[in-house]
């Protein structure tokens, strides 16, 4: 099999998910997005993802984006929508486990505590990478998950102790 990379996408890496998502087959894009499903729709959606400050992570094939998680956060920054999406013939264990795993990683990282999981329905595959990520599954459609509120490390000044 050819090496796959995982990348969380800058800015600048819309234009790969942009002509990702033009790559996939009209029904997934039909169950995937919620706008039209045409260049059009796909413009627009690929706007609202600049516009709401969404995560993007793919999976790379020989430097062409064929599967990605977009995390979409809510108002509150604290809940989000995750939407993944994979290229006919890309849609492998292997690569759904990397992007989940990565999503979970990024999810800690900007302190979500719940994600809405849509497009992806191997439930027996995400809580394996759940468990391993100390993640709580809550299965439906879509498929919620709970992550823990991070603790903050203490700063390296901070004393256990205090004087009177």
């Known amino acids: ?19 990702h998502l033009l790559r996939l087959d009209p029904a997934t894009r039909d169950l995937r997005l919620t706008t039209g499903t045409d260049e059009r729709g796909i413009d627009g959606h690929c706007l ?35 939407i993944f999406t994979a290229e006919t013939g890309f849609c492998t264990g292997a690569i759904a486990r990397m992007l989940i795993a990565r999503m979970f990683d990024e999810a800690r990282r900007y302190r979500l ?16 990478i759940a468990e391993a990520h100390v993640v709580d599954v809550t299965p439906g459609s879509p498929t919620r998950l709970s992550f823990a509120p991070a603790i903050a490390a203490p700063s390296a000044g901070a004393l256990s102790h205090s004087y009177a």
Request: with cysteine; charged share 25%; net charge negative.
């Open 1 to 19: 099999m050819t090496s796959i990379e995982i990348r969380v996408l800058g800015p600048t890496g819309i234009e790969d998910h942009h002509a």
């Open 48 to 82: 609202r993802l600049i516009g709401s400050q969404a995560v993007l992570i793919g999976a790379y094939c020989e430097g062409i984006l064929r599967a990605g998680l977009e995390i979409i956060p809510d108002r509150t920054a604290r809940e989000a929508e995750a």
């Open 113 to 128: 505590t719940r994600v809405a999981l849509r497009g992806f329905d191997d439930l027996d595959l995400i809580n394996r």
